[in-house]
């Protein structure tokens, strides 16, 4: 399974799927998506690194 098929099966479970009950439950879960994205993912074209993981690296090069 490919890196972008992993990635669109977790978009669909957290965010397109599920019926949310609230729009505080839906707020919750993009919350946590974007944490997860920004965070945790790594990206390939970030040098595998995570989104904030690399600002900070190039900050740090300035």
């Known amino acids: 399974m ?4 992993v990635y ?3 978009v669909l479970k957290r965010v397109a799927i599920p019926n949310f009950t609230s729009l505080i439950q839906l707020k919750l879960e993009l919350f946590d998506y974007i944490n997860w994205y920004n965070n945790i ?3 390939s074209t970030l ?4 989104p904030v993981n690399y600002q900070k690296q190039m900050s740090t090069k300035k």
């Open 2 to 5: 490919s890196k972008t098929n």
């Open 41 to 43: 993912r790594i990206h």
């Open 8 to 10: 669109q099966k977790i």
């Open 47 to 50: 040098n595998y690194l995570t």
